[in-house]
């Protein structure tokens, strides 16, 4: 089953820029549960409440604060949180190379498989075959729906895998929990400790195969909902629907400077790329900027004598 593309991009590293589309490598295996109204069984919603006064109150009196010490707040305005926001550059950029080895599993987070577009597959084939061989990852930063992650490169097989990572100040040290320290005294176990610990793992050793790991929650529901079906214990709900995103596809294969990366001239070429790139993209800009005023335009002039019903969250 063919995936969504959900980023369309470049991974870039010196002067190459290899085009790349962008799949979701996951799926949630939890089960999901909705609020309905038992009368009507329509989806429910959240309401914004004033946790002191529990009254409900109007978006429009909602501002954004960020809370810097117990109880006291700055109040940031929509056009300062958008100043904030990270410039999109719809790039993969590798910042270094490490050792695959050096990152621990702790700061990896969520994976996304990446596959080459418009005639990408040479220079990927590339970069995936250059990074088992040398036995590292790339280390990236890469800006999707407006916010910046930091990210690992790593080849798969045929597929390079981006994985999303935890920043630094994000992973909590270890400092404060009682481990026991390696080599400390005491703490050594004997050779016949090791020999009976080893014999253990190898007889519960074997091939790592996901299909024998099932969430026994998740089926344990899923057996009582099809239980329920088959008897016809049914309750009808309609969801509001969503339009897909549209995203961008204006990436230039530059390979053949592959070479002239390898020289030196990577660090030049790269800030005259990002000085060229956002006066490329305004016309872009522009035109997405008068599609969604004409579109917005629309939506108000039909709306006049309707209501648009709000549209409901799930909970978990």
Do not use: C
Not at 194 to 201: E, H, I, Q, R, T
């Amino acid at each position: 089953m063919a995936t969504r593309t959900i980023w369309k991009g470049a991974i870039s590293f010196g002067l190459v820029h290899i085009p790349v589309g962008l799949h979701t490598a996951t799926t949630e295996s939890g089960v999901d549960f909705d609020w309905l109204d038992k009368r009507s069984m329509d989806p429910v919603g959240y309401k914004r409440i004033n946790k002191r006064t529990g009254k409900e109150i109007d978006k429009d009196n909602i501002v954004k604060g960020v809370e810097y010490e117990d109880g006291q707040y700055v109040v940031l305005s929509p056009d300062e949180i958008s100043d904030a926001y990270p410039r999109t550059t719809q790039t993969i950029e590798i910042q270094q190379f490490v050792d695959a080895g050096d990152v621990p599993f702790v700061y990896l987070e969520r994976p996304y498989y990446i596959a080459p577009i418009n005639k990408g597959q040479k220079v990927y084939a590339l970069l995936r075959d250059t990074l088992v061989k040398t036995g590292k990852i790339g280390i990236a930063k890469v800006v999707i729906q407006t916010k910046q992650h930091l990210a690992a490169l790593i080849p798969s097989g045929d597929v390079l895998v981006l994985n999303l990572m935890r920043w630094g100040d994000e992973v909590k040290s270890v400092d404060d929990l009682d481990l026991p320290k390696v080599g400390a005294k005491g703490m050594t176990p004997s050779a016949s400790e090791l020999k009976m610990a080893k014999m253990l793992v190898d007889d519960m050793s074997g091939k790592w195969n996901p299909e024998e790991f099932k969430d026994e929650f998740k089926a344990a529901v899923m057996e009582l909902v099809d239980k329920k079906v088959k008897a016809g214990k049914t309750e009808t709900v309609i969801e509001p629907q969503e339009e897909a995103p549209e995203y961008a596809d204006n990436v230039i294969d530059l390979t053949e400077l592959l070479q002239r990366s390898l020289k030196g001239g990577a660090k030049k070429a790269t800030k005259t790329s990002s000085k060229d790139k956002p006066a490329a993209k305004k016309s872009t800009s522009g035109k997405t900027a008068a599609k969604a005023a004409t579109k917005s335009a629309s939506r108000k002039t039909a709306t006049k004598s309707a209501k648009t019903p709000s549209k409901s969250r799930k909970a978990a």
